[in-house]
């Protein structure tokens, strides 16, 4: 995997999660979290091997599948069984798959609770001996929107002190640390919160500009000489965003793709092979891809809509600049957007520096009327679609 020498977080919990303490982890994005449980996890396997070993909880189905991954490098030499249960796949073929008793289960809290309301006491009963219970991006899964999924989750598995517990993520909030007095030897690992933020390597930039130019500046951005072959993530807030984006992006020559929540799983799967691949240069995303993806080829994350909590900024511009390497953000700031980046710039404790090579006489001259035009065709075709599934869905419906 050419991991040469451990990182900072990693040096710091894995010889404790080892002597069988509780893990509080907190890093900034790409310093290793993923193997900082892992490894440990595997170690420990290899010494009592019995299924289900460990369950890790993480909030979307990419990460879910991409720290699947990473356990099945790391295990590749110990004949490592492990099953991913989210939504979007077959519920029979995973509640085969837990029948089985893998080591590891990487799991999304809602599709895992609802294999334990209707799939039966043969598939959840491995679930009843794990050792360790892992929640990745922890601040996320700790939110009210996930607290019915995961208390059902929790609801099978051993109690507290005969398992081991470990919470990582990039920013480590109140509702993290207030688990702390629930563990057992717990060990709490943060890096200061000035350096937590993001990595020294990014280049942190922003755009002013009107709400409703806002696809003709993204085309000018991504088809400067100097951007042109950069390999590219542009966040949005909405998913029909991110769908008439990626019709006026490809209208306009560029290769792009889109993931967010309203396409199919295979679709989503799809697209981010495709990116990861670089057979497509642009990735159009909501917050579905903002959190723990490491994909090496992003040199650039645009902020098409500025998000309205600074830690989902972090988590988004963490996609690049990952390891040491070099990256850059541009947000796209309008007039609605001013409170939003100044408390990112808060949060993150530096402020933002003006981008230079897109004005707006260049966007008029080179894209202006061109977007327009594609955007328009986008937002028909979108109507159109809509309006078929709708007839569609009437006439079923009727049947």
């Known amino acids: 995997m050419a991991i040469r020498r451990p990182s900072q977080i990693q040096i710091a919990c894995i010889p404790q999660i080892l002597k069988g303490r509780d893990c509080i982890g907190g890093a900034r994005t790409g310093s290793g979290k993923t193997i900082a449980f892992a490894a440990p996890i595997l170690q420990k396997l290899s010494e009592d091997p019995f299924g289900v070993f460990a369950l890790v909880l993480t909030p979307t189905r990419e990460l879910a599948l991409q720290i699947s991954e990473q356990f099945a490098a790391l295990g590749a030499s110990m004949n490592l069984r492990q099953a991913v249960v989210v939504g979007g796949m077959d519920m029979i073929t995973q509640a085969l798959a837990l029948q089985k008793r893998p080591h590891v289960v990487v799991a999304t809290p809602g599709r895992l609770a609802d294999h334990i309301r209707s799939s039966g006491e043969e598939a959840i ?34 109690k507290a002190k005969s398992r ?26 943060e890096v200061p919160s000035n350096s937590i933020s993001v990595p020294d390597t990014l280049d942190q930039t922003y755009l002013f500009i009107p709400t409703h130019v806002r696809e003709a500046y993204l085309v000018s951005l991504l088809t400067l000489p100097v951007n ?10 909405r998913a029909t965003t991110a769908e008439v984006l990626k019709r006026i992006l490809r209208s306009m020559d560029v290769r792009v793709t889109a993931l967010h929540s309203k396409i199919s ?39 098409f809509d500025v998000p309205a909590d600074p830690d989902d900024y972090i988590h988004r511009v963490g996609r690049t600049a990952r390891a040491g390497r070099q990256g850059e953000s541009i947000t796209f700031v309008t007039e609605h957007d001013v ?3 100044q408390a990112i710039e808060e ?7 003006k981008y230079e090579l897109v004005t707006e006489n260049m966007v008029i001259r080179d894209s202006l009327q061109a977007t327009s035009n594609a955007k328009r065709e986008a937002l028909m075709d979108l109507d159109r679609e809509n309006s078929g599934l709708l007839r569609k869905k009437r006439k079923i419906d009727a049947r």
């Open 265 to 303: 799983q295979r679709e989503r799967t799809d697209s981010l092979g495709r990116f990861r691949a670089e057979a497509a240069r642009v990735l159009v995303a909501t917050d579905v891809a903002s959190r723990g993806l490491d994909i090496p080829v992003v040199q650039m994350v645009v902020n």
């Open 339 to 341: 409170n939003r980046v």
């Open 347 to 353: 949060r993150v404790g530096k402020k933002m520096s």
């Open 164 to 189: 081991q517990t470990l919470l990582f993520s990039a920013t480590v909030t109140e509702s993290v640390m207030q688990l702390e007095k629930s563990f057992q030897h717990v060990f709490v690992h």
């Open 228 to 237: 042109e072959n950069k390999s590219a993530i542009v966040f949005v807030n």
């Open 125 to 158: 009963a491995g679930l009843r001996r794990v050792k360790f219970l892992v929640l990745d991006e922890a601040d996320r899964l700790l939110t009210p929107g996930f607290a019915e999924e995961l208390e059902e989750c929790m609801s099978v598995m051993t």
